[in-house]
C-alpha cells in the first residue's frame, strides 16, 4: 500500500491519527461491469465507501466519483458509458472536447 503511510499521507498523534493531504481534491475513475451507483445493485457498492474511507483517512475529503458503469451491458451501453465519463472528466477538468 504506497498510499495510507505514516509519516508522509498520515501520522500519529495523541489524538489519534491525522490525514495530512488536507484541503486536497481527489477525481476517482472508476470502472465497473455492473450498475451500482443507482438502482437495486446500490447496496452493494463497496468501492465508493471503501475509497472515501480511506481518502477521508488521510485528509482528503473533496472527493468526486467519474463512474464508467455498465460495461458488460452490451456494446453500446458500454460505449456510451464511456463517453459519458469522457464527457464528465472534461467538464470536471474544464476541458472542451472537440466535436
Same mark, same amino acid.
Given at each position: %500500500?504506497?498510499?495510507?503511510?505514516?509519516?508522509?499521507?498520515? @501520522?500519529?498523534?495523541?489524538? #489519534?491519527?491525522?490525514?495530512?493531504?488536507?484541503? *486536497? @481534491?481527489? &477525481?476517482?475513475?472508476?470502472?465497473?461491469?455492473?450498475?451500482?451507483?443507482?438502482?437495486?445493485? *446500490?447496496?452493494?457498492?463497496?468501492?465508493?465507501?471503501?475509497?472515501?474511507?480511506?481518502?477521508?483517512? &488521510? #485528509? &482528503?475529503? %473533496?472527493?468526486?466519483?467519474?463512474?464508467?458503469?455498465?460495461? !458488460?451491458? #452490451?456494446?453500446?451501453?458500454?460505449?456510451?458509458?464511456? !463517453? %459519458?465519463?469522457?464527457?464528465? &472528466?472534461? %467538464?470536471?477538468?474544464?476541458?472542451?472536447?472537440?466535436?
Amino acid at each position: %500500500d504506497y498510499v495510507l503511510r505514516a509519516g508522509v499521507t498520515f @501520522r500519529y498523534t495523541e489524538a #489519534g491519527p491525522e490525514g495530512l493531504l488536507k484541503g *486536497k @481534491r481527489a &477525481i476517482v475513475v472508476a470502472s465497473r461491469g455492473g450498475l451500482y451507483s443507482e438502482g437495486p445493485a *446500490k447496496s452493494f457498492d463497496s468501492q465508493e465507501p471503501h475509497l472515501r474511507t480511506l481518502l477521508g483517512f &488521510i #485528509g &482528503i475529503t %473533496d472527493v468526486e466519483f467519474v463512474r464508467v458503469e455498465r460495461l !458488460a451491458f #452490451g456494446p453500446e451501453a458500454r460505449e456510451q458509458s464511456i !463517453a %459519458d465519463a469522457e464527457q464528465r &472528466i472534461a %467538464d470536471i477538468i474544464g476541458v472542451r472536447k472537440a466535436a
